[in-house]
């Protein structure tokens, strides 16, 4: 798990887990790391070593749950390297949270007076690699299947405790969600949200990206943080979804065929 904060001089802003697998799997992590290269707000953004421990900074866990989920399904994994603070990956490039100034109560003070040309800087830097990559690892095959795996807090902002364990995203094509949904309620002991605890459709997202847009079966899991917290946890949930996401596949081209 990506726990420790790392401001590094040199980087690059995605990594590739499994590049050489030809599966017809796609898994990616928009949210990866905490990292902060040092031509951006001194490799600190400002902020104290604890604020880029928390969910404000990256997604905990989901890096794990993605190299061991794309592990069971002998898929490549695409991952991020650079914070959600330093420039959004899962954001269009007109969103006006691309570049966050205040996040769950905590000001940003790097960002605070960053301007347009500062905000291309870091996309050109950042953003558009990280892209590249995954629209390069997408392409390699007709009938690729986008997975986008990211983690939820058990509350935020102070509000009533979020009950789902798990939840599956989706926009207009849910070809792939409603049968994995369904199939995650099957299981007994996990409580499943459907578009929970958020909206699943972001104009210009990386799922509008990279599958929306070019008619990729697709769906983006989110998992409450506390239940990927160890490296143990995060191999268990890579193991356990491989199965359910596959016979979610099935389903949905047995319904595919039938039409």
């Known amino acids: 798990m990506n726990k420790t904060f790392h401001p590094t001089t040199s980087h690059t802003p995605f990594h590739i887990h499994g590049g050489d697998r030809q599966s017809r799997w796609l898994i990616t992590c928009d949210h990866a790391a905490n990292t902060v290269p040092a031509c951006v707000g001194g490799g600190d953004l400002g902020l104290a070593p ?60 790097a960002n605070r007076d960053a301007d347009a040309v500062e905000k291309a800087r870091r996309v050109d830097a950042f953003y558009t690699p990280y892209h590249q990559a995954v629209a390069d690892c997408a392409a390699r095959r007709d009938d690729t299947v986008v997975i986008s795996v990211h983690s939820f807090t058990p509350r935020l902002n102070g509000r009533r405790p979020r009950p789902w364990h798990i939840g599956i995203l989706h926009a207009f094509d849910n070809r792939l969600a409603e049968p994995l949904i369904a199939l995650l309620r099957e299981e007994p002991d996990l409580c499943v949200g459907d578009n929970e605890p958020y909206a699943g459709h972001l104009p210009g997202d990386s799922l509008d990206r990279h599958a929306l847009q070019t008619g990729r079966a697709n769906a983006l899991v989110e998992l409450r943080n506390d239940l990927i917290q160890s490296e143990a946890d995060q191999q268990h949930w890579g193991a356990r979804l491989a199965p359910i996401l596959r016979a979610a596949l099935s389903r949905m081209e047995a319904a595919d065929a039938a039409d």
Do not use: Q, W
């Not at 890096?63 to 954001?91: E, M």
């Open 50 to 109: 604890a604020d880029m421990e928390r969910h404000i900074a990256y997604d905990v866990g989901a890096a794990g749950v993605t190299r061991a989920l794309a592990d069971a399904l002998g898929a490549p994994a695409v991952l991020s390297n650079f914070s959600r603070l330093v420039i959004d990956p899962n954001r269009g490039l007109d969103d006006p949270t691309l570049l966050m100034k205040l996040y769950d109560g905590s000001v940003i003070p």
